[in-house]
């Protein structure tokens, strides 16, 4: 089944009920200043209240713009009011749309699904790169320095959300809630053997020791 994601800069948005129709699943999530905070599988629709508590609106837009996990997101400015001025600095901070507010899951599904699936699509297409490794998300292939590691479906999601998260320490807590792992929960010490397997797999291609654990607290992927 395809998923999209639907990323809401407001703080219910990742209580939101799933909603399916036909053969694909719309998923919501929170959107914070430091991005998605889950792994992100297929197209994205994110809205973006026009004043949030830590940065503006546009800032964040710019942010999204800028992600390689959301710059070909399909962007959606909440504005609080239907002022020219404000639609225009919108769409010139790189929003595809705008609407007035305030936003609430029934809304944002219309928006959604009245946008189709066809511009979005193209979205995980593109091969993310971090130095030398490339993780090719439509064939479901990660490479270093061009060679390919052999990884299992659990291990290959892992090394894509270290790599996307890369330089930050990652809890086993969140790693569990970054692959959406929470439901039937697992156990924290499954974490530890994926990333026993994650590690084994990148030394066999060359790749070194780049995950490394920090004690007491959780992982880092090292990108240098």
């Known amino acids: 089944m395809a998923v999209i994601n639907i990323l809401m800069t407001g703080e219910d948005a990742g209580s939101f009920a799933q909603f399916e129709n036909g053969d694909t699943r719309y998923v919501f999530d929170s959107l914070t200043s430091g991005g998605p905070q889950r792994l992100i599988e297929g197209p994205v629709c994110a809205f973006i209240d026009w004043v949030l508590d830590d940065l503006s609106g546009l800032e964040m837009c710019r942010r999204l713009r800028a992600d390689p996990r959301t710059s070909d997101a399909h962007i959606t400015m909440v504005l609080e009011s239907c002022d020219a001025e404000d ?53 479901l292939q990660a490479r270093w320095e061009g060679k390919p590691i ?4 659990n ?28 439901e039937p ?13 994650l590690r084994r797999a990148l030394r066999d ?9 920090v004690r007491s607290l959780g992982y880092v992927y090292d990108s240098h």
């Open 185 to 197: 929960p697992i156990d924290e010490r499954t974490v530890d053997v994926w990333i026993g397997r």
């Open 87 to 139: 639609k225009r600095r919108a769409l010139a901070a790189g929003a595809d749309d705008y609407m007035v507010g305030p936003v609430d899951r029934t809304t944002a599904l219309d928006r959604v699904l009245a946008l189709g699936t066809g511009r979005m699509a193209q979205a995980t297409n593109r091969p993310f790169t971090l130095g030398n490794l490339e993780i090719d998300l439509p064939a």
């Open 205 to 213: 291609v060359g790749a070194g020791e780049p995950i490394r654990t």
């Open 150 to 153: 052999p990884l299992r479906p």
């Open 155 to 182: 291990e290959f999601r892992l090394l894509r959300f270290f790599a996307e998260n890369a330089d930050r320490v990652l809890t086993r807590t969140e790693l569990i809630d970054g692959l959406g792992k929470q």
